[in-house]
């Protein structure tokens, strides 16, 4: 079994990139909602936002320095 998988925090990343990607849905799923907004609360959500793709960003860092897991790496081998 890969010791990355036993390790929480790779499942803790795991769950942040799902529940961005949910919530980039609902977000693009109500763009007439978002339209609507007052710039204050249009410029927290992003801020939230901002904040939330921070988070994710650092938990990739962390994951490579402690663990060597680096995904993007696939990426790269395959060309794209």
Do not use: C, T, W
């Amino acid at each position: 079994m890969n010791a990355l998988l036993q390790k929480p925090a790779f499942y803790a990343h795991v769950l942040s990139g799902l529940l961005l990607a949910v919530g980039a849905y609902l977000l693009l799923s109500h763009l007439s909602l978002l339209r609507r907004l007052h710039p204050v609360q249009a410029g927290l959500l992003s801020l939230l936002a901002s904040i939330a793709l921070a988070h994710h960003a650092q938990s990739h860092i962390q994951l490579e320095q402690a663990y060597g897991y680096d995904p993007l790496a696939a990426l790269r081998v395959q060309g794209l």
